[in-house]
T-cell receptor, first 113, second 112 residues
Framework: AQSVSQHNHHVILSEAASLELGCNYSYGGTVNLFWYVQYPGQHLQLLLKYFSGDPLVKGIKGFEAEFIKSKFSFNLRKPSVQWSDTAEYFC???????????FGRGTSLIVHP | SQTIHQWPATLVQPVGSPLSLECTVEGTSNPNLYWYRQAAGRGLQLLFYSVGIGQISSEVPQNLSASRPQDRQFILSSKKLLLSDSGFYLCALEGEGANVLTFGAGSRLTVL
């Protein structure tokens, strides 16, 4: 069965710092990859996704993620975080042929102004 | 556009009481629907999913059940709640982009 690991459970940064949240998955076949974000008091929503093509994908609010197949990774990055990026971030993986995504445990990001 | 309505938004129930959480969707037909439970530090746990009316698959054995009496309605139930059922329950549908989930606002259940 697919498993998803998010290595950082809690991250605290100051504004303008760079961000990288790790995500690794276990299944080695065809995958669709996602990052979802839950801002305080808001719905969980899609931040970005990778299905195929360019392994560097860009999402909303300046976020990007890179799919590295050899490392089974899909790390989320942002060069300069803002206070409004404070949220919980979830990595999710959809294995080929499945319609049930597997989610990581989530990373709580706090950005101090 | 696709929207999900969940209610109640918050619920406090005694141990042993029944539960019914409702999820209805708009703007789509024959969606795949999901119930997740979100617990702090434990991510999102898939509880049930449904690919059509009356079709329910359970991912985790427990005292919860789900039903889909109509195409756009997905209900999470329990006959007798346990303390461990406390949590934040999210309904989701497979969404506007294939394989992308759209989530509802959630229902926070506290069992006392």
């Amino acid at each position: 069965a697919q498993s998803v690991s998010q290595h950082n459970h809690h991250v605290i940064l100051s504004e303008a710092a760079s961000l990288e949240l790790g995500c690794n998955y276990s299944y080695g076949g065809t995958v669709n990859l996602f990052w979802y974000v839950q801002y305080p008091g808001q719905h969980l929503q899609l931040l970005l996704k990778y299905f195929s093509g360019d392994p560097l994908v860009k999402g909303i609010k300046g976020f990007e993620a890179e799919f590295i197949k050899s490392k089974f990774s899909f790390n989320l990055r942002k060069p300069s975080v803002q206070w409004s990026d404070t949220a919980e971030y979830f990595c999710a993986v959809l294995s080929g042929g499945s319609y049930i995504p597997t989610f990581g445990r989530g990373t709580s990001l706090i950005v101090h102004p | 556009s696709q929207t999900i309505h969940q209610w109640p938004a918050t619920l406090v129930q005694p141990v042993g009481s029944p539960l019914s959480l409702e999820c209805t969707v708009e703007g789509t037909s024959n969606p795949n629907l999901y119930w997740y439970r979100q617990a702090a530090g434990r991510g999102l746990q898939l509880l049930f999913y449904s690919v059509g009316i009356g079709q329910i698959s359970s991912e985790v054995p427990q005292n919860l059940s789900a039903s889909r009496p109509q195409d756009r309605q997905f209900i999470l139930s329990s006959k007798k709640l346990l303390l461990s059922d406390s949590g934040f329950y999210l309904c989701a549908l497979e969404g506007e982009g294939a394989n992308v989930l759209t989530f509802g606002a959630g229902s926070r259940l506290t069992v006392l």
